[in-house]
């Protein structure tokens, strides 16, 4: 079963970092995706841009209103994603437990809907 397992930092966070402790985090990104990849649950994943460059929209009244940034004001901006395909609840939520992100922010893992 897919799940959606959604990194969420606080946006500033990475600044604030120092080169060393940077390095160290791609470092840990990057060994957590190799091991996803080993265990063959990688389907998908990516960064995200910062929210300075997130559009909504929304539709009201039948017309349609676009608005810089993003829909939800909150300490923890959406960062990346990761799509995981594995056995169960169980599974993803071991993997969404080893993801760096759950020690710096939250990791929220959602089951896939199959259309």
Same mark, same amino acid.
């Given at each position: 079963?897919?799940?959606?397992?959604?990194?969420?930092?606080?946006?500033?966070?990475?600044?604030?970092?120092?080169?060393?402790?940077? #390095? $160290?985090?791609?470092?840990? &990104?990057?060994?957590?995706?190799?091991? /996803?990849?080993? %265990?063959? *649950?990688?389907?998908?994943?990516?960064?995200?841009?910062?929210?300075?460059?997130?559009?909504?929209?929304?539709?009201?009244?039948?017309?349609?209103?676009?608005?810089?940034?993003?829909?939800?004001?909150?300490? #923890? $901006?959406?960062?990346?994603? &990761?799509?995981?395909?594995?056995?169960? /609840?169980?599974? %993803?939520? *071991?993997?969404?437990?080893?993801?760096?992100?759950?020690?710096?922010?939250?990791?929220?893992?959602?089951?896939?809907?199959?259309?």
């Amino acid at each position: 079963m897919q799940y959606l397992l959604m990194l969420y930092a606080e946006e500033g966070g990475w600044a604030r970092m120092s080169p060393a402790e940077q #390095e $160290q985090g791609v470092a840990a &990104y990057g060994a957590y995706t190799q091991a /996803l990849k080993t %265990a063959g *649950a990688l389907v998908g994943s990516n960064r995200l841009q910062g929210t300075t460059t997130a559009t909504t929209v929304r539709v009201a009244s039948g017309k349609s209103q676009v608005l810089d940034g993003p829909y939800a004001d909150s300490k #923890e $901006q959406l960062a990346g994603y &990761y799509l995981i395909d594995v056995a169960d /609840l169980d599974a %993803a939520l *071991a993997w969404a437990a080893r993801c760096p992100a759950a020690s710096h922010g939250i990791v929220e893992v959602r089951p896939i809907w199959s259309m």
